[in-house]
Nanobody, 126 residues
Framework: QLQLVESGGGLVQPGGSLRLSCAAS????????IGWFRQAPGKEREGVSC????????SYADSAKGRFTISRDNAKNTVYLQMNSLKPEDTAVYYC???????????????????WGQGTAVTVSS
């Protein structure tokens, strides 16, 4: 069974940076398409970024393009989300999740993802 654990969240000032980690155990993460999602209080969970299995192509929400970068380190069995130029509206709990093997490309809708982690909180405030 694939298990995912998020880490790296915290409090940061606007314009600052954080790197989130999604560490996998149980199975090799390179077999899976991995997505990062976030949920703010009172809002729906939304997709932030995704990295596909195989060729590791990536997708980003419009709000993240140019500021966030998703990457994969197969040797460490970890997917990262580098977040730069953070804004107060980025404040949320961030989750990673895996898409079943039958799905081979990235999407940003959360419904097809499984094996959700526990989440890591990001607060952007002065």
């Amino acid at each position: 069974q694939l298990q995912l654990v998020e880490s790296g969240g915290g409090l940061v000032q606007p314009g600052g940076s954080l790197r989130l980690s999604c560490a996998a155990s149980g199975l090799a993460l390179d077999y899976y398409t991995i997505g990062w999602f976030r949920q703010a209080p009172g809002k729906e969970r939304e997709g932030v970024s995704c990295i596909s299995r195989g060729d590791s192509s990536t997708s980003y929400a419009d709000s993240a393009k140019g500021r966030f970068t998703i990457s994969r380190d197969n040797a460490k069995n970890t997917v990262y989300l580098q977040m730069n130029s953070l804004k107060p509206e980025d404040t949320a709990v961030y989750y990673c999740a895996a898409r079943p093997l039958v799905f081979r490309v990235c999407v940003l809708g959360p419904d097809s993802f499984r094996s959700w982690g526990q989440g890591t909180a990001v607060t952007v405030s002065s």
